[in-house]
T-cell receptor, first 112, second 113 residues
Framework: EAQVTQNPRYLITVTGKKLTVTCSQNMNHEYMSWYRQDPGLGLRQIYY???????DKGDVPEGYKVSRKEKRNFPLILESPSPNQTSLYFC???????????FGPGTRLTVT | GENVEQHPSTLSVQEGDSAVIKCTYS??????FPWYKQELGKRPQLIID???NVGEKKDQRIAVTLNKTAKHFSLHITETQPEDSAVYFCAASIPNSNYQLIWGAGTKLIIKP
């Protein structure tokens, strides 16, 4: 089954404790992206990657890191999480040159 | 840069009535406009899209219209049903951006029984 997976689905952590949210897709898509979703603000892009070893900042990259060492994986790293990073995070992928994105199930992160 | 505004933020309609959600965009070079539906606790999923060479597109009870001159596009849902309750996001393509999208803030559609 073609899909985008994320882990963990729920995470509660404390300020400053490094964490990684994994994202994997099995559709051989070149493009992958991370979004955060907050009430009233919609989907805001954090980082995206056009292909292996190619990553770019989105609209809200501060406090986040990503890497794209393999085509299928695009982990999101929070080196020192803060409470303002409490949010719902979505990973997405798509095949170029197309626009339609396929989203993962989401990761709800709470930083206390 | 490109900006997308979406209205209303919340829309409540009686079951069976029609619902209309509107988005405006700023860059006249945008050429692709999708609508995504996000049910409670679920991921966003594409429900319909339109390209700039078309004025209207329909798929059963949903339709999207595009007015390039005015730079706005709308989602129309007819004969609304309880399963239409969700958050709807519009988006617009960012020209010369490797197929990037800019997103509206979302509309929460509530269908009243």
């Amino acid at each position: 089954e073609a899909q985008v997976t994320q882990n963990p689905r729920y995470l509660i952590t404390v300020t400053g404790k490094k964490l990684t949210v994994t994202c994997s897709q099995n559709m051989n898509h070149e493009y992958m992206s991370w979004y955060r979703q907050d009430p009233g603000l919609g989907l805001r892009q954090i980082y995206y990657s056009m292909n292996v070893e190619v990553t770019d900042k989105g609209d809200v990259p501060e406090g986040y890191k990503v890497s794209r060492k393999e085509k299928r994986n695009f982990p999101l790293i929070l080196e020192s999480p803060s409470p303002n990073q409490t949010s719902l995070y979505f990973c997405a992928s798509k095949a170029l040159p197309n626009y339609e994105q396929y989203f993962g199930p989401g990761t709800r992160l709470t930083v206390t | 840069g490109e900006n997308v505004e979406q209205h209303p933020s919340t829309l409540s309609v009686q079951e069976g009535d029609s619902a209309v959600i509107k988005c405006t965009y700023s860059d006249s070079a945008s050429n692709y406009f999708p609508w995504y539906k996000q049910e409670l606790g679920k991921r966003p999923q594409l429900i319909i899209d339109i390209r700039s060479n078309v004025g209207e597109k329909k798929d059963q009870r949903i339709a999207v219209t595009l007015n390039k001159t005015a730079k706005h596009f709308s989602l129309h849902i007819t004969e609304t049903q309880p399963e239409d309750s969700a958050v709807y996001f519009c988006a617009a393509s960012i020209p010369n951006s490797n197929y990037q999208l800019i997103w509206g803030a979302g509309t929460k559609l509530i269908i009243k029984p």
